[in-house]
């Protein structure tokens, strides 16, 4: 398999498969690395008790999805990518009084990964809560698409997200 050929394709069909309120920028820079794509959506919505009553006021929601190029993925390179998505949900994450949600999505697509990676990727957690504030709340997603052995990994957070790559694969 030729790994740079197979990651293209697969960014290209991810990218042709988003909602169209997503925006897209190639080779993107966030928190100090770059990535093959970052895609981002924006909802702003009239703010609702239970969903149903009008308060009158607005709320946003965000969901930013940042695509990288892992060739191999072993269980070291994991917490260092899982650290990196922390950092990445910081620098995105930029709260405001209106601020519902936002959903940071971390996929890394690799030729191969090591067999300890999807159970390690399973416990890994993490976001903020703004609640007490008023503010909401924040969720990392992290997926691992493993082109080699044609699978789809992602932490519990992430199962909606499997569910969107794995028709890509």
Known sequence: MDFSTEFVAFRDRLIA???KAFITNLNAQVAGRTMAAISSFELDSERKVLGVIATGGKSHAHE???LFAVPE???QDLQDWWAY???AERELVQPDRRHEFSIVSVILVTASAASTVPKKLR???GGRDFTNIGQGWSSIRLAVVD???HKVHTNRMGDPLKNILKPVL
């Open 17 to 19: 498969s988003q909602d």
């Open 64 to 66: 930013y999805r940042l």
């Open 73 to 75: 993925l072993g269980e």
């Open 85 to 87: 998505a922390e950092k």
């Open 123 to 125: 416990r890994l957690q």
């Open 147 to 149: 082109l080699g052995a």
